[in-house]
């Protein structure tokens, strides 16, 4: 399975998710791919938000050496599901699908606590911490959802 997390920046929410996603990923020693990507070009090579990064250290996970890149219509081709964070995320990810094999790749990350609902994690970047706090909650639950639903570990 190869997943990828998009958000806009690619500095605080998808990163976290990629940090996330490989830390429960590699704990289960499940053979995944997961990586992680921005639909705007503002932060590419940064690393993320220092504020995301301490939060994500306060709960054990150190995602320090992430490095910001854009999302690319090559994406739908290395990854098997793309996990957005928001309705502007999906649009711009959606643009750049060509086929219906691509859009069906598409998914919203809080599907899996919330299926069909179309629900977001909020943009935390003009927030305070406990904005970050709770992008922290959504995704790791979320996180934990998407491995049970899909190894069917029930
Ligand atoms: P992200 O948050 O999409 O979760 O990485 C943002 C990061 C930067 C900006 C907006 C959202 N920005 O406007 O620079």
Redesign the pocket.
């Given at each position: 399975m190869r997943i990828l997390m998009v958000?806009?920046?690619?500095?605080?929410?998808?990163p976290l998710a990629e940090g996330v996603l490989r830390h429960k990923v590699s704990k289960k020693k499940l053979p995944w791919t997961v990586d992680s990507a921005?639909t705007a070009a503002?932060?590419i090579g940064n690393p993320p938000?220092h504020r995301m990064i301490l939060t994500s250290k306060a709960n054990g996970i150190d995602i320090s050496g992430l490095c910001a890149r854009q999302f690319t219509a090559i994406d739908f081709v290395n990854f098997d599901r793309i996990y957005v964070?928001d309705q502007s995320n999906y649009n711009n990810v959606l643009r750049l699908a060509k086929t219906n094999t691509d859009r069906s790749k598409v998914f919203f990350l809080l599907d899996h606590l919330h299926p069909s609902n179309q629900m977001e994690v909020p943009?935390?970047?003009y927030g305070n911490q406990s904005n970050f706090d709770e992008v922290f909650t959504l995704v790791n639950e979320a996180t934990e959802a998407l491995i049970t639903d899909l190894t069917n570990d029930k």
């Open positions: 958000c806009l920046g690619n500095i605080c929410r998808s921005g503002y932060h938000d964070m943009d935390p970047y």
